[in-house]
T-cell receptor, first 116, second 109 residues
Framework: GAVVSQHPSWVICKSGTSVKIECRSL??????MFWYRQFPKQSLMLMAT?????????EQGVEKDKFLINHASLTLSTLTVTSAHPEDSSFYIC????????????FGPGTRLTVT | GQNIDQPTEMTATEGAIVQINCTYQ??????LFWYQQHAGEAPTFLSY????GLEEKGRFSSFLSRSKGYSYLLLKELQMKDSASYLC??????????FGAGTTVTVRA
């Protein structure tokens, strides 16, 4: 199956700093990527939909100025958590949709963010 | 939006069968997915249903009834490695997935 990578796999940062997370589709072109957040013992919550070459679409309650998403190419989307706070500590997972397939989104391995 | 319900926890014995139910209320249904997730890892795809009926894939089967807003995932011949969280997810017409809270399955020896 297709492969989606994320970098870094984990990061610890200080409160007030910004962190960038990369999501790459390694062997297919993803016109659409999705960003999810998962708190401990909870399910995945969609944060935003990232479309190549256009602005991201954010879900209700997600601050677009805090979670900056850039989808500059067909294989790369980035999520930047700006002015991070401890409550932003979470597991961030991206997925990429292969337009050639109807049913699968391929998930990245996730990024564990800890804000101290 | 989507409203997706599944049981929180289930426990079963190695070699047994477990059925995880999922009910949903949705706008713009475009497929139902089941994923397996081990702690600290990303979800892995198990099955996909868009039409009514049963889809079988090895030890895992998934069933869908669109008119009832109901699906189940059937895990047969349970193995210890099947201990994980199982997520029911509904896709809308924009290809966005909404996830249920997940069912934690514990397999005992």
């Amino acid at each position: 199956g297709a492969v989606v990578s994320q970098h870094p796999s984990w990061v610890i940062c200080k409160s007030g700093t910004s962190v960038k997370i990369e999501c790459r589709s390694l062997d297919f072109q993803a016109t659409t990527m999705f960003w999810y957040r998962q708190f401990p013992k909870q399910s995945l919550m969609l944060m935003a939909t990232s479309n190549e070459g256009s602005k991201a679409t954010y879900e209700q309650g997600v601050e677009k100025d805090k979670f900056l998403i850039n989808h500059a190419s067909l294989t790369l989307s980035t999520l930047t958590v700006t002015s991070a706070h401890p409550e932003d500590s979470s597991f961030y997972i991206c997925s990429a949709r292969d337009p050639g397939l109807d049913y699968e989104q391929y998930f990245g391995p996730g990024t564990r963010l800890t804000v101290t | 939006g989507q409203n997706i319900d599944q049981p929180t926890e289930m426990t079963a014995t190695e070699g047994a069968i477990v059925q995880i139910n999922c009910t949903y209320q949705t706008s713009g249904f475009n497929g139902l997915f089941w994923y397996q997730q081990h702690a600290g890892e990303a979800p892995t795809f198990l099955s996909y249903n868009v039409l009514d009926g049963l889809e079988e894939k090895g030890r895992f089967s998934s069933f869908l009834s669109r008119s009832k807003g109901y699906s189940y995932l059937l895990l047969k011949e349970l193995q210890m490695k099947d201990s994980a969280s199982y997520l029911c997810a509904v896709r809308d017409s924009d290809y966005k997935l909404s996830f249920g809270a997940g069912t934690t399955v514990t397999v005992r020896a």
